[in-house]
C-alpha cells in the first residue's frame, strides 16, 4: 500500500504508476495568489544576481538531461528542507516570501538558455506540488513550451502552474531568449504530516541516483532491494 500512496521513481523503476494528473487544478491554493503578488520582487533579486554574474549560478545537478550542461543553468535555495545557506543570504525578500510557505521542500531559480532542450524524464516522486512561477519568458507555444504526458503547457510571466513532478514530461526552447523561472516542491496537503521523512527518503534516492552515473548495476537491482536501500540511507540523513 505505500508504494501505491507515495512512488518514487528510484524504487519503481521510473514508469510512472500513480493516479495523480498531468497538471494539477491550483487556482484555489492561496500560495498561488502569493507568489503571483510577489512575483516583481523574485524577479528583481534573479535579475541582480545575473547582472553580477552570480558564480553559483551552476548547471542543474543531473548534466545529463539537458541537450547541453550550460543550457540549464540553477540557483539552488532548498532541496528537500536542505538549505543552501549562502545562497538564501543572497535573496533575501525571496526568501522571506519562500519561509511563509507550510510544506515548502525545495525551491531554485532555474535560467533556460536559448535553443535547449530537457529530455523526456521522469522526476522524483509524486507527493508534492512540482510548480513554476514564471519570472521571464521569451515568448509561449510552440517555440518554448512543456509537454507532461502529452500534453503542453507554456509560459506567462508573472503566472504560476502545477504539474506532476512523476510523469514523464519534456522542455524545449526554441527561441532566442532566457526562460526565468522558480521552480517550488510544496508538498500536497495528505503528506505534510509525513515531511520530515519524506525529505529524508527523496535525499537518499537522489545520493543514490548519483552514483547511478558511476555504478550503473544499482539501477537494475530489484525493487525490494532500491526500497531497501531508500529506507537505510535515509536514517542517515539531516
Known amino acids: 500500500m505505500?508504494?501505491?500512496k507515495k512512488?518514487?521513481?528510484?524504487?519503481?523503476?521510473?514508469?510512472?504508476?500513480?493516479?495523480?494528473?498531468p497538471f494539477f487544478d491550483v487556482s484555489q491554493k492561496a500560495w498561488k495568489k502569493y507568489f503571483e503578488d510577489n512575483y516583481q520582487v523574485i524577479r528583481d533579486e534573479l535579475q541582480t544576481l545575473i547582472d553580477n554574474k552570480e558564480p553559483n549560478i551552476i548547471p542543474y545537478f543531473n548534466q545529463t538531461l539537458a541537450s547541453s550542461p550550460a543550457g540549464w543553468t540553477i540557483f539552488p535555495l532548498r532541496m528537500w528542507n536542505r538549505p543552501f545557506a549562502d545562497n538564501c543570504k543572497k535573496v533575501p525578500r525571496t526568501m522571506e516570501i519562500l519561509n511563509k510557505i507550510p510544506g515548502l521542500s525545495s525551491c531554485a531559480f532555474s535560467i533556460l538558455k536559448p535553443h535547449t532542450?530537457?529530455?523526456?524524464?521522469?522526476?522524483?516522486?509524486?507527493?508534492?506540488?512540482?510548480?513554476?512561477?514564471?519570472?521571464?519568458?521569451?515568448?509561449?507555444?510552440p517555440g518554448i513550451g512543456m509537454r507532461v504526458e502529452g500534453k503542453e503547457i507554456g509560459w506567462e510571466a508573472g503566472k504560476l502552474f502545477a504539474f506532476c513532478d512523476?510523469?514523464?514530461h519534456e522542455v524545449w526552447n526554441n527561441t532566442n531568449g532566457e526562460r526565468w523561472v522558480l521552480i517550488l516542491d510544496i508538498l500536497r496537503e495528505e503528506f505534510i504530516a509525513e515531511e520530515k521523512q519524506i525529505c529524508k527518503e527523496v535525499n537518499a534516492t537522489l545520493w543514490w541516483q548519483l552514483k547511478f552515473q558511476k555504478?550503473?548495476?544499482?539501477?537494475?537491482?530489484?525493487?525490494?532491494?532500491?526500497?531497501?536501500?531508500?529506507?537505510v540511507t535515509a536514517r542517515f540523513m539531516n
Open 2 to 4: 505505500e508504494s501505491q
Open 7 to 21: 512512488w518514487y521513481s528510484f524504487v519503481e523503476g521510473e514508469t510512472y504508476t500513480g493516479d495523480q494528473p
Open 117 to 141: 532542450l530537457i529530455k523526456p524524464h521522469f522526476g522524483d516522486s509524486d507527493v508534492m506540488y512540482r510548480c513554476h512561477l514564471t519570472l521571464k519568458t521569451p515568448g509561449g507555444l
Open 166 to 168: 512523476a510523469h514523464k
Open 215 to 231: 555504478f550503473y548495476f544499482i539501477k537494475h537491482l530489484p525493487k525490494f532491494a532500491r526500497r531497501w536501500l531508500m529506507k
